[in-house]
């Protein structure tokens, strides 16, 4: 995840100064057996492990999920992840060092990240994924210094192997693996070697085995006290096998979320709208099938939009003006097909629970491509308004704040032939609207 300080009241120029420096256990496992084991991590990578794939969606517009890393295919569920479709159980290891003592508490960097991470995936889900956190009481102590470890974002294969070899063992006679789906190992954010701009998940192409279970992929956490807001849940996303959105320039310098801007938490953890994708809500498995309109007919095709935030009882303000609590089991998401591998999608976005912050609201078209690997692309926002930007002191991509097509507008997307028109909004604050194929 790109590190940047909040772009609330700092000048575009000075952020891009910024980013160019710029998913426990049977109770005691002996060390030998954790040695044993971590030598595994002489081959980590940032690429999943082989999948198994889980039959999930057969509609016509499913794009078919293929071997890119964290791939958009929505026709199957890899099974080397965990699914966030009920509770699951995240353990918090919270590790020191000998070259410096702590000046907070494990209980402060708790809650750094919780509830907070947990009330973001509670309202993206719609109530139907619950993660919670076990943070640890006390301090466990790393046999080496930080500054042994190197840690840095674009860290070496051996240094990591190092942390994550220390870190199991001292944490092992602490933890039973086996009790958690999530693993955070969060670091003391005022030890001399620790960067944070190393948060990140560590993607094992073969697992631990720990306690009678696999850990396929660990969070390590580097993050300053107070940390970014939400990077927790960007880095949880990617153990539900959700890809970056970001660009990274070749050479470090430049605008890192020309792709989506401020529309995914998996662009930015500081995105004003920062609630996930309603293509991601249907891979993760929180939309109904009736809930994603596959547009298949040629010509002219009306439906429904419900705001991509809204859950049963959430207030939204329709054309009427009051707060209205009747949505939240429509259409979410339209999508037309427009090769083997890639959709355009369609969705309402507003200032409704994640999105709160939202710069601008209306309907968001968005291309995916699931052959697209995370990190190259695989979602860009299609921008409706590409003369004009918005939120300029707020907007962590102000040419992309204001992208959704308005109410009353139309607008075609270029070299699609696809053109959507905004009709109006419903008295519940629905949007109505046209969607034309071979415009």
């Known amino acids: 995840m790109p590190r940047q300080l909040t772009p609330r009241g700092l000048g575009r120029e000075a952020l891009r100064d910024r980013l160019s420096r710029s998913g426990v256990r049977p109770r005691m496992r002996s060390t030998a057996a954790m040695c044993a084991t971590m030598s595994a991590l ?43 479709a009920r509770r699951l159980e995240a353990v918090m290891v919270f590790l020191s060092f000998p070259d410096s003592r702590p000046l907070v508490t494990p209980a402060e960097l708790a809650a750094d990240h919780f509830p907070a991470t947990s009330r973001f ?20 102590r790393m ?11 674009d860290w070496t294969v051996a240094h990591r192997a190092a942390y994550l070899r220390d ?20 670091a003391d954010p005022y030890a001399p070697g620790v960067d944070s701009d190393a948060t990140k998940v560590v993607n094992l192409d073969r697992p631990l085995r720990a306690d009678g279970t696999d850990i396929r992929r660990v ?17 949880t996303g990617h153990v539900f096998d959700l890809p970056d959105l970001y660009h990274r320039p070749v050479d470090g310098k430049g605008d890192w979320d020309t792709h989506v801007g401020d529309w995914d938490l998996m662009g930015s953890q500081f995105a004003l709208a920062p609630d996930l994708f309603g293509w991601h809500k249907w891979k993760l498995g929180w939309l109904e099938p009736r809930q994603v309109r596959c547009v298949r007919e040629a010509g002219q095709v009306r439906l429904t939009l419900e705001p991509l935030g809204a859950g049963p009882g959430t207030p939204v303000t329709g054309a009427a003006g009051a707060p209205s ?10 999508v ?3 090769g083997p591998d890639s959709a355009l999608a369609f969705e309402a976005r507003g200032p409704v629970g994640n999105d709160a912050a939202a710069c601008r609201q209306g309907v968001l078209v968005y291309r995916v491509s699931s052959d697209t690997r995370s990190g190259r692309g695989p979602i860009e926002v299609i921008d409706a308004h590409p003369r004009t930007g918005a939120c300029w002191e707020d907007s962590v991509y102000p040419p992309l704040a204001d992208a959704p097509v308005a109410l009353g507008e139309s607008f075609t ?27």
């Not at 970014?228 to 960007?234: I, K, N």
């Not at 609590?325 to 339209?334: C, N």
């Not at 959507?420 to 194929?437: D, F, H, L, N, Q």
Request: charged share 20%.
């Open 143 to 153: 046999p080496r210094p930080s500054t042994a470890y190197a840690i840095e974002r």
């Open 325 to 334: 609590f009747g949505l939240g089991r429509g259409t979410k998401l339209a």
């Open 219 to 235: 969070v390590t956490v580097f993050e300053n006290h107070p940390p970014d807001r939400l990077v927790l849940a960007h880095e």
């Open 336 to 338: 037309v097909r427009t």
């Open 167 to 186: 870190a199991l063992s001292v944490a092992d006679r602490h933890v039973d693996f086996s009790r958690y789906d999530v693993v955070y190992f969060v």
């Open 121 to 140: 995936f509670q309202r993206a889900s719609y109530g139907k994924f619950t993660l919670r956190a076990h943070p640890l009481r006390r301090w466990i």
């Open 413 to 439: 997307v270029p070299g699609e032939g696809v053109r959507v028109e905004v009709e109006g909004r419903t008295a519940s604050g629905a949007w109505t609207v046209k969607i034309t194929t071979g415009a």
């Open 42 to 84: 002489a081959a980590t990578s940032l690429v999943s492990v082989p999948s198994v794939a889980e039959p999930f969606s057969a509609a016509p517009c499913a794009l078919p999920r293929t071997d890119t890393h964290h791939s958009e295919g929505v026709d199957t569920w890899n099974a080397a992840y965990p699914r966030p």
